[in-house]
């Protein structure tokens, strides 16, 4: 069984689109995150949620909006899709909030905005 | 700020040989985790080895040790007895105690070469 898993593995839409993608962790953690890598492989939190409540929301438009409805599951969802984008967007997960806490990540969904 | 360095875009080694990652940090946070992390060309992210601010002794797991010297800020990792499956690319990371997030360097690409 995958621990980390996401849906949908590659995703491509048009610019303006609204766009969801989903996140499940069966590993029992109660903190997931979401990451995203550029075309440079430079990777960036966007947000954490930590049983349910928010508690990292870094410098993301306000088009990004995640959803928490249970410690298993984050969701991000993007409105008016832009070409900038297009990126790859990783979901994680660690057992608690704590700074030597291992971050287990899912495998990636590959957002290409045309 | 918090600020990770690594200062090789791309490394060559021949299988069955060792090779050194450099990576260095930059926190005045006394309690801080740094992480490495593999993404091969398929493009998880999976965890390798980690290191905790007050560890006395370097991580090590099987083939990968983590030279840490704290006084230098600098977290290496070693890959010993290299094989073609460590073609990926590195990623060096930290988190601190009051910032949960990970912080990730720009990542080192490995060849192996038979």
């Known amino acids: 069984d995958t621990a980390v898993s996401q849906t949908p593995k590659y995703l491509v839409t048009q610019m303006g689109n609204d766009k969801s993608i989903k996140c499940e962790q069966n590993l029992g953690h109660d903190t997931m995150y979401w990451y995203k890598q550029d075309s440079k492989k430079f990777l960036k939190i966007m947000f954490s949620y930590n049983n349910k409540e928010l508690i990292i929301n870094e410098t993301v438009p306000n088009r990004f909006s995640p959803k928490s409805p249970d410690k298993a599951h984050l969701n991000l969802h993007i409105n008016s899709l832009e070409l900038g984008d297009s990126a790859v967007y990783f979901c994680?997960?660690?057992?608690?909030?704590?700074?030597?806490?291992?971050?287990?990540f899912g495998p990636g969904t590959r957002l290409l905005v045309l | 700020a918090q600020k990770i360095t690594q200062t090789q875009p791309g490394m060559f080694v021949q299988e069955k040989e060792a090779v050194t990652l450099d990576c260095t940090y930059d926190t005045s946070d006394p309690s801080y985790g740094l992480f490495w992390y593999k993404q091969p060309s398929s493009g998880e992210m999976i965890f390798l080895i980690y290191?905790?601010?007050?560890?006395?002794q370097n991580a090590t797991e099987g083939r990968y040790s983590l030279n840490f010297q704290k006084a230098r800020k600098s977290a290496n990792l070693v890959i010993s007895a290299s094989q073609l499956g460590d073609s990926a690319m590195y990623f060096c990371a930290m988190s601190r105690s009051n910032d949960y997030k990970l912080s990730f360097g720009a990542g080192t690409t490995v060849t192996v070469r038979a």
């Open positions: 994680a997960s660690s057992q608690i909030v704590r700074a030597g806490e291992t971050q287990y």
């Open positions: 290191q905790g601010s007050y560890d006395q």
